[in-house]
């Protein structure tokens, strides 16, 4: 009988605020789709970003996604825990204790497998408790944590009897009773010598949750006799793009030495900042170093968090070539060489923010050139993780003024002036397979991930109206195969990226501007689709991508406000507009939740004929009828 059989099937995602990440073709991807952590969190679309404060750091978003879990609001348990093991902050191991005792079975799963990853010695008790879980999956969990916090194993099995599992909690139980902390540490760091690199591998794991100075001693004599071994420049020479794999037994496998350089960031070792720096050094540049190695070194100087260690960030972040070589080190494709965000220079942005650094002033203008540009990453409405933590950074060292300047300038703005230094960061891009973005299209997305003073609000609407009033006449070839854009479209670029920062300023002055931009803008269909038995389908439709209006209905729905309602049903009823602007206005109905709008938008997703935005439809009439019980005083 198959175990999953045996028990009710585990939801995944649905409820709360669920992480989200970019996905592309591991086909194409050599590494990317290898390392996992690259698409959750450096490919990550909404991890951060979440609080209304611009200059908010990593700090303040682990502190309320813990006031999440504590909460009332039973949807946002699941989300939260989730969310909290991606960040992997000890924290959090209190509220994710006290979870595992109560809430729905989603919630102490989701517990249980955030403890494995944010856990301290004080979390051993309630995962001991946790095992005997009437649920299966959640003592499953928690024996899994167990393991990862101690570095010991023990059979269990979740699926046998009530007595067997009693049997095997109490072996659990047992052997913790049987040991001391300092016995524990002195017996991984024993196995720190083990030939064996998984063994290695475990105990550097569970010493960064449960270990103390000793450990953290013997994890920085390890990196320092090992951080030489470095087999990645010659294996390279043979392992490019599609062809940069590897298993878990090749000897290029770098998860054990970066366990143990994660570990000294878990215990905050300050004693080691000066071989980290060193080893962030030496392994920065894709012609000789190990950038596995490097970003693991990057992470634990984060969260050492010292002055010396942020100083130790700038410094290797200054060091930094341009991102494309470190996409494709990595394994990137040839036709993917400016898509993806590079693991390095994210997992040292993410270490500032944690920091809340202001003392990256001299890099400022280097992470703006580090923003992924390539017209073919999948623009999205909102801004991903790695603009969200630029902009953040940016606005923190108080330079949003003069960016919001340069950008203006650089979009036609008479009034703007500009900084030289910004202005090279901004109009320095790299070619691009789809294209190459110019620098108008460049200045409208910075604009778009660090404006968010409503003091600039008639500034930018100025220049999307200048932009929307601009013709495009770029031809269309459908008879070579796969079809072509000779250039990329600067108007819907900038339009798409100027809506997108009318929508995060939340300025209720932009209302009626946009919705006339809506109405007086035609479908992206209406000047004809493609033959569909041609190459040409691909298109979809004869507009030109990325459909700006998609962005226009986005803000919208970001404002708030409900004069917007009956455009934006009109938009979701037409199928002459792109689905990108359909599913759009959907989404911004359910986020606006109009209680007056309900039955218009559940007949239209009754019966309509794409599935994607009927779902958003009928959950955008699932937030009306939310929003009607609350103010009607009725429990939702």
Not at 17 to 36: D, I, K, S, Y
Not at 72 to 94: C, E, K, M
Not at 143 to 166: I, W, Y
Not at 311 to 334: C, I, M, N, R
């Amino acid at each position: 009988m198959p175990l999953a059989l045996q028990t009710t099937p585990l939801l995944m995602v649905g409820e709360g605020r669920p992480h989200r990440f970019r996905g592309n073709n591991a086909a194409v991807t050599g590494l990317m789709e290898l390392q996992f952590d690259r698409y959750r969190e450096v490919a990550g679309v909404d991890r951060h970003g979440n609080l209304p404060d611009p200059v908010a750091t990593g700090a303040d978003e682990v502190a309320t996604l813990i006031a999440q879990l504590r909460g009332a609001d039973r949807t946002l348990h699941v989300s939260a825990a989730q969310r909290l093991g991606i960040f992997r902050d000890p924290a959090a191991a209190p509220a994710l204790s006290d979870r595992l005792k109560q809430g729905w079975r989603e919630t102490r799963v989701a517990a249980a497998v955030a403890l494995a990853a944010c856990g301290t010695r004080d979390s051993i008790a309630p995962l001991l408790d946790a095992l005997d879980d009437s649920d299966p999956i959640v003592a499953e969990s928690a024996a899994v944590a167990l393991e990862n916090l101690t570095g010991h194993s023990e059979p269990f099995d979740a699926f046998a009897d009530a007595e067997s599992r009693r049997r095997q909690s109490a072996i659990w139980r047992a052997w913790i009773a049987s040991q001391s902390w300092a016995a524990v540490e002195d017996e991984l760091t024993r196995r720190l010598q083990d030939p064996n690199r998984d063994t290695v591998r475990r105990a550097a794991v569970a010493l960064g949750h449960t270990g103390g100075d000793a450990a953290a001693v013997a994890l920085a004599e390890y990196l320092a006799e090992h951080r030489g071994n470095n087999p990645f420049p010659e294996w390279q020479r043979t392992h490019r793009g599609d062809g940069a794999r590897f298993n878990a037994l090749s000897e290029v496998n770098p998860r054990t030495i970066q366990a143990v350089t994660r570990a000294l960031g878990h215990l905050k070792a300050e004693a080691a900042v000066s071989l980290l720096a060193e080893t962030l050094a030496q392994h920065g540049d894709p012609a000789t170093g190990n950038l596995f190695l490097a970003e693991a070194a990057a992470e634990a100087l984060g969260r050492i968090g010292t002055p010396a260690a942020e100083a130790a960030l700038v410094e290797g972040f200054s060091k930094l070539q341009d991102y494309p070589l470190y996409t494709s080190w990595y394994g990137d494709h040839p036709a993917l060489m400016a898509c993806h965000a590079s693991p390095i220079h994210y997992f040292i942005l993410e270490a500032l923010d944690r920091c809340g650094s202001t003392g990256a002033e001299s890099i400022l203008p280097h992470m703006i050139r580090s923003l992924p540009v390539d017209p073919d990453r999948a623009l999205l409405l909102s801004n991903d993780d790695y603009e969200t933590l630029v902009g953040r950074i940016l606005r923190r060292h108080g330079a949003e003024r003069a960016v919001v300047e340069t950008c203006l300038a650089i979009l036609g703005d008479p009034q703007a002036a500009k900084t030289a230094s910004i202005e090279d960061a901004v109009s320095t891009m790299h070619r691009c397979w789809g294209g190459h973005p110019c620098p108008e299209n460049r200045a409208a997305q910075v604009l778009s991930l660090v404006c968010r003073d409503p003091r600039h609000q008639p500034r930018v609407l100025a220049a999307f109206d200048r932009y929307r009033a601009k013709p495009t006449e770029i031809p269309r070839v459908f008879d070579t195969g796969i079809p072509v854009v000779l250039e990329l479209p600067v108007k819907n670029w900038v339009c798409f990226f100027l809506a997108r920062t009318l929508g995060n300023l939340g300025d209720s002055r932009t209302v009626t501007p946009l919705i006339t931009a809506l109405k007086q803008s035609p479908p992206e269909a209406a000047g004809g689709r493609p033959d569909p038995l041609g190459p040409g389908v691909l298109f979809l439709h004869n507009d030109l991508t990325p459909c700006w209006r998609a962005a226009v209905a986005w803000a919208l729905g970001r404002l708030g406000d409900r004069r917007a309602v009956p455009t934006l049903l009109d938009v979701a009823r037409d199928l002459k507009n792109a689905t990108d602007t359909r599913h759009a206005a959907a989404e911004a109905l359910e986020r606006i939740a109009d209680p007056a709008s309900r039955e218009a938008i559940r007949q239209l997703a009754a019966d309509y004929p794409e599935l994607s935005t009927r779902r958003a439809l009928e959950e955008a009439a699932d937030a009306c009828r939310h929003e009607e019980q609350v103010a009607s005083g009725r429990s939702p």
